[in-house]
């Protein structure tokens, strides 16, 4: 078995790579949201300036039988370094994994950092004994964190959304709530990308502090980017004040041909909490999607389980637990 760097723009490399992505991190979730090749070839072809990746595949001959992508932040955080390492199912517990990881944590030390962090998804009743558990701690992580991963069938009852909606109303009076699909307007992209920014410091990450994320315009504009070409649409909502500042925001991507929603951040500015922002803007977007994309059956959500406002206002909405996704990491 040897390692070899992936060139991101070879289609039959990326066809294997995404082959075992997808069989790696289906085992043992039966029914959780797939991605398409075309999803996963545009997330890795697409330029984020705020992070490099780097790409390796294992194989053993000329198979490839497991990958591997470090993600080193350019421009906040740049002590630490995010991976993922994923094994073909048929050649597992023969050291492929490990060799991977070993790879990927020495590149990041080289690169002078000194956090590398991952995450795994994990059924409840096993997450303290899951052998991705047994395959970080052999390997000198520890848990650093856990969220847990919910999902909300769609369509919602146009009652409930329009309950929710008055009921943040009560208190979101001095707000005006606005969606925007798949283009978000340049003269309210600085003030998004301040709550954007601002995310990573204020929902709980367990025992890992981040700095705030330098978000810019530049990459929120890679980011729709990127979601236009994986087939994906972005929902934006946010609440705006009289002079146009945004208060709230939360996002998602639809699968503009398939059935599946992500959620991505929702973010309610510091000085502008206590007004149901979050609930304002969770409803109507969500009224939004069902109302443009009537085949969208499911969204998918995680957070800390620790994130007590955020998982009410979910629990309220519908979400129910699926599984959790368990953060580790390594200090050099
Ligand atoms: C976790 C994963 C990468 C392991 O790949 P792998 O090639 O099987 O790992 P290795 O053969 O190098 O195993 C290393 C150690 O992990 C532990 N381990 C791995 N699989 C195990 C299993 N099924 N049961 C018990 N322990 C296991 C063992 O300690 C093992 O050492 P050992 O074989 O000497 O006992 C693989 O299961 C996978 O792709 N999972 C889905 C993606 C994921 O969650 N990745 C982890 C976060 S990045």
Same mark, same amino acid.
């Given at each position: 078995m040897d390692l070899r760097p992936l060139d991101i723009h070879d289609d039959d490399l990326m066809r294997e790579a995404h082959r075992i992505d997808d069989a790696g991190t289906? /085992?043992?979730?039966?029914?959780?949201?797939?991605?398409?090749?075309?999803?996963?070839?545009?997330?890795?072809?697409?330029?984020?300036?705020?992070?490099?990746? =780097? +790409?390796?595949?294992?194989?053993?001959?000329?198979?490839?039988?497991?990958?591997g992508i470090l993600y080193e932040f350019l421009l906040d955080n740049t002590e630490k370094a995010w991976f993922e390492v994923v094994v073909d199912p048929e050649h597992r517990r023969?050291?492929?994994?490990?060799?991977?990881?070993?790879?990927?944590?020495?590149?990041?030390g080289a690169d002078g950092r000194t956090t590398v962090l991952?995450?795994?998804?994990?059924?409840?009743?096993? /997450?303290?004994?899951? +052998?991705?558990?047994?395959?970080l701690e052999t390997r000198?992580?520890?848990?650093?964190? =856990?969220? /847990?991963?919910?999902?909300?069938?769609?369509?919602?009852?146009?009652?409930?959304?329009?309950?929710?909606?008055?009921?943040?109303?009560?208190?979101? #009076?001095?707000?005006?709530?606005?969606?925007?699909?798949?283009?978000?307007?340049?003269?309210?992209?600085?003030?998004?990308?301040?709550?954007? #920014?601002?995310?990573?410091?204020?929902a709980p990450t367990g025992t890992v502090d981040f700095e705030e994320e330098v978000m810019t315009p530049e990459r929120l504009a890679e980011r729709y980017a990127m979601t236009a070409a994986q087939g994906r649409e972005t929902f934006e909502t946010v609440a705006l004040t009289p002079d146009n500042q945004v208060a709230a925001q939360t996002t998602l991507q639809v699968q503009a041909d398939g059935t599946d929603a992500f959620q991505w951040g929702t973010f309610v500015h510091r000085?502008?909490?206590?007004?149901?922002? #979050?609930?304002? /803007?969770?409803?109507?977007n969500l009224r939004e999607v069902q109302a443009r994309h009537p085949h969208v059956t499911r969204v998918t959500t995680q957070n800390g389980e620790t994130n007590g406002y955020m998982i009410d206002i979910n629990e309220q909405i519908g979400f129910r637990p699926v599984e959790a996704s368990v953060e580790f990491v390594k200090r050099a």
């Open positions: 289906q /085992v043992g979730r039966e029914g959780a949201p797939r991605w398409t090749y075309d999803e996963y070839v545009a997330a890795v072809r697409s330029p984020d300036s705020g992070e490099r990746a =780097i +790409h390796v595949g294992a194989f053993d001959d000329d198979r490839m039988v497991g990958v023969k050291g492929v994994g490990s060799a991977l990881l070993d790879h990927l944590v020495a590149q990041a991952t995450d795994t998804k994990i059924p409840f009743a096993e /997450v303290d004994t899951h +052998h991705q558990r047994r395959f000198g992580f520890t848990q650093a964190n =856990i969220e /847990v991963v919910r999902h909300l069938d769609l369509p919602l009852a146009d009652d409930a959304i329009r309950k929710w909606a008055d009921h943040a109303a009560e208190k979101s #009076g001095g707000y005006r709530v606005e969606t925007f699909v798949g283009h978000f307007p340049d003269e309210l992209a600085e003030s998004l990308c301040v709550l954007l #920014g601002q995310l990573a410091v204020d000085e502008h909490r206590g007004h149901r922002l #979050g609930l304002a /803007v969770k409803a109507v």
